[in-house]
């Protein structure tokens, strides 16, 4: 991709792929959103305390037969603790969302609005519906904060905004999962991923 300015420090930028819709400045922790017209502040990076990891911001992850590479690196708070959502490209550069709770990995896709899950009513927990002739019950809901951002991703994430998240889990294992920003919905598709057999090449 072309290299770009941070309009706050002046300091180069330069996107890893061409799909990135923000990225933040490693020189002044700036967030930065491209547009077409070349970058435009959005606020703080806030704030990521390093913590002992599998991986993190720039390794490469071999996980079955896939090679995925982590871009970016944001973490929610949900009040007794906070979790790690990365976002990464895979061997064939479609992007994927790497979720690490307490140990925990979820690999996951983002869902085209036509293959959202279809349902009657209000999903609470304990709710079930069928997705793609599998039974989900919901097994999570709660809310999260995002408290820090580093590196680039596919779409705009907002240190200090609040975001609603629903978890479901399949009878077949996989896993289905929502997050909400006041009434915009994005839903994702996944799996659990054994921690022991993720293969990591650091940056």
């Given at each position: 991709m072309s290299e770009m300015h941070c309009p706050n420090c002046g300091d180069?930028?330069?996107?890893?792929?061409?799909?990135?819709?923000?990225?933040t400045c490693a020189s002044c922790t700036t967030t930065l959103l491209l547009e077409d017209a070349?970058?435009?502040?959005?606020?703080?990076?806030g704030v990521l305390h390093d913590v002992?990891?599998?991986?993190?911001l720039g390794d490469s992850?071999?996980?079955g037969k896939t090679l995925y590479e982590v871009l970016g690196h944001a973490r929610f708070s949900y009040g007794r603790g906070s979790w790690d959502e990365f976002w990464a490209i895979d061997d064939q550069g479609a992007p994927v969302w790497i979720?690490?709770?307490e140990g925990d990995l979820i690999l996951q896709r983002v869902l085209a609005r036509t293959d959202w899950p279809k349902y009657d009513g209000y999903l609470r927990l304990g709710s079930t519906l069928l997705y793609q002739n599998e039974a989900f019950r919901v097994d999570e809901v709660g809310?999260?904060?995002c408290t820090g951002l580093r590196g680039s991703f596919g779409h705009e994430l907002t240190v200090g905004e609040r975001y609603k998240f629903l978890t479901l889990q399949g009878?077949?294992?996989?896993?289905?999962?929502?997050?909400i920003e006041g009434a915009q919905y994005e839903w994702f598709i996944g799996h659990w991923v054994d921690p022991f057999e993720v293969e990591v090449k650091p940056a």
């Open positions: 180069l930028v330069s996107p890893a792929i061409k799909s990135v819709k923000m990225i070349g970058l435009r502040l959005a606020g703080e990076q002992p990891m599998l991986f993190g992850l071999r996980i979720s690490v709770d809310t999260g904060t009878e077949d294992g996989r896993v289905l999962s929502a997050e």
